[in-house]
């Protein structure tokens, strides 16, 4: 008994730390920026409803499977599929995920440097006095449609990133984590609140929490997948190479539903903060929080604005959220890397560099978007990379690797690797349901639906 004691907490320390690198990846500016959008575009409860669904039903079945990939093979995405599979083209769906997470990478960090910016702003007291809904809008899109503000924001967030990983101090970067997650989650709680008890605040519950199943169509389903896989860092191999750090000893379904957990729970909170706080405020039209980009940017001000102590809070608050932010870069970087230190023998310092380069350049249209040119804005560009790269690409790698571990490397291996410190795998049914039938069938339907209705 004694020494199962210790084994437990021995256990628990390892899997402690992988639970935080995972949640690090996946809790960022996916929940805290674009859950809300996407819950405004989809008409509020009824998308929220959608999301846990796909949470549940296929997310955390698909971070199951990656991370079992990941732990079988030790490798990064490409590297796994060429392990299980050699000579066969289904290296490419690792390839596909190198690539996106590029795509990703390259507009993700416009926004991270939009965090840079309100942190700067924050600073100089510029949210100082009272906020209103006009002066809030009004700072956001100076800020915006500044190219050099925008892209000095930006450069610094790839930098930063582009650090962390070509010098291997992401354990450092963990460790911090540790403390500065659960801050942000404090931070986070008592925005809630306050966002809760403010005069006005019934509306906004009522569109985010009460559905009205009227609205319920494949496009929304569409969306909740994507921002489900957005969110939990999925389909792009990510959680492959996470998997590949975690011990034979832990329990692999359990990491995963904890990831799973706090990542969801994040994004609610920040639909609690963002919609009563928006139906309170005077001054705003529904068509404000439509497929509006800057929308967590707009809101949060004023929120902060009316806590004691707005200034600290509100410098806290936009650090803690650039944390969040940069441990997803960093898991946004480290599968492109790994894949080319692993697969083309580069060195850790000239692969980070080149694809943090790449991720610039390619991000510069993005970046602009947002009114500093006029063209780009009109096309929308940042929200067109979002839903190519955002959504279908990584829908099209989580059907892929179902796929293939369904019907190709098989159930029983998986199930073999799964065993691994987890010997009852309560969930077996939902799990091995999930990724035989229901993920792929929902991917595809949701894929050619959006294809013809688009
Ligand atoms: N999950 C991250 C977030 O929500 C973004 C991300 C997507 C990271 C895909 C890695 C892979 O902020």
Same mark, same amino acid.
């Given at each position: ?170 354990? #450092?970067?963990?460790?911090? !984590?540790?403390? %500065?997650?659960?801050? @942000?989650?404090?931070? +986070? $709680?008592?925005?809630?609140?306050? =966002? ?60 995963? #539903?904890?990831?799973?957990? !706090?990542?969801? %729970?994040?994004?609610? @909170?920040?639909?609690? +903060? $963002?919609?009563?706080?928006?139906? =309170? ?174």
């Amino acid at each position: 008994m004694a020494n199962d004691g210790l084994n437990t907490r021995g256990n628990w320390g390892s899997k402690l730390a992988f639970i935080f690198a995972a949640s690090g990846s996946a809790i960022g500016l996916g929940s805290i920026w674009r859950f809300p959008i996407m819950v405004g575009l989809n008409g509020g409860a009824v998308f929220v409803f959608a999301y846990l669904l796909a949470v549940i039903l296929i997310g955390f079945p698909l971070m199951l499977t990656e991370l079992t990939i990941g732990r079988h093979t030790q490798k990064n995405p490409v590297g796994a599929f060429k392990a299980l599979r050699p000579g066969t083209p289904w290296k490419l769906v690792g390839y596909t995920g190198v690539v996106t997470g590029i795509c990703i990478l390259s507009y993700y960090s416009v926004i991270a440097g939009w965090s840079v910016g309100y942190l700067y702003k924050t600073l100089i007291g510029a949210f100082r006095g009272e906020m209103t809904w006009a002066r809030s809008d009004q700072i956001f899109s100076s800020f915006t449609s500044n190219p050099l503000q925008v892209l000095i924001c930006f450069l610094l967030v790839i930098i930063l990133t582009t650090y962390v990983i070509s010098k291997g101090v992401k354990g #450092g970067i963990e460790r911090w !984590s540790k403390i %500065l997650m659960p801050m @942000l989650f404090i931070l +986070i $709680i008592i925005m809630a609140i306050r =966002a809760l008890t403010l005069k006005g605040a019934g509306p906004g519950v009522s569109f985010y929490l009460k559905p009205d199943f009227s609205k319920i169509n494949p496009k929304l389903f569409f969306y909740a997948v994507g921002q489900a896989f957005f969110s939990l860092s999925l389909g792009m191999g990510t959680m492959i190479t996470y998997g590949s750090y975690i011990s034979k000893d832990d329990n692999l379904s359990s990491s995963a #539903g904890w990831v799973c957990f !706090s990542t969801t %729970l994040v994004a609610l @909170l920040a639909g609690i +903060i $963002i919609f009563p706080t928006l139906f =309170a405020t005077p001054g705003i039209n529904p068509q404000d929080f439509q497929a509006n980009t800057g929308l967590m940017f707009q809101v949060f001000p004023l929120i902060i604005s009316k806590l004691p102590g707005g200034y600290i809070f509100g410098l806290l608050f936009f650090i803690l959220l650039l944390v969040a932010a940069l441990t997803s870069t960093i898991s946004l970087l480290e599968v492109p890397t790994a894949f080319l230190i692993d697969e083309h023998n580069w060195k850790r310092e000239k692969a980070a560099a080149v694809i943090g380069t790449a991720a610039f350049l390619l991000g510069i249209p993005s970046a602009l978007s947002s009114g500093a040119s006029p063209f780009l804005t009109r096309i929308d560009l940042m929200m067109k990379m979002d839903l190519v790269f955002g959504n279908i690409m990584l829908a099209v790698g989580g059907l892929f690797i179902t796929i293939f571990v369904a019907y190709v490397w098989g159930i029983p291996q998986a199930l073999k690797e799964i065993s691994h410190g987890n010997r009852s795998f309560k969930i077996k049914p939902l799990w091995i349901f999930s990724v035989k039938i229901l993920a792929p069938l929902a991917i595809i339907a949701i894929l050619i639906f959006t294809i013809i209705l688009a």
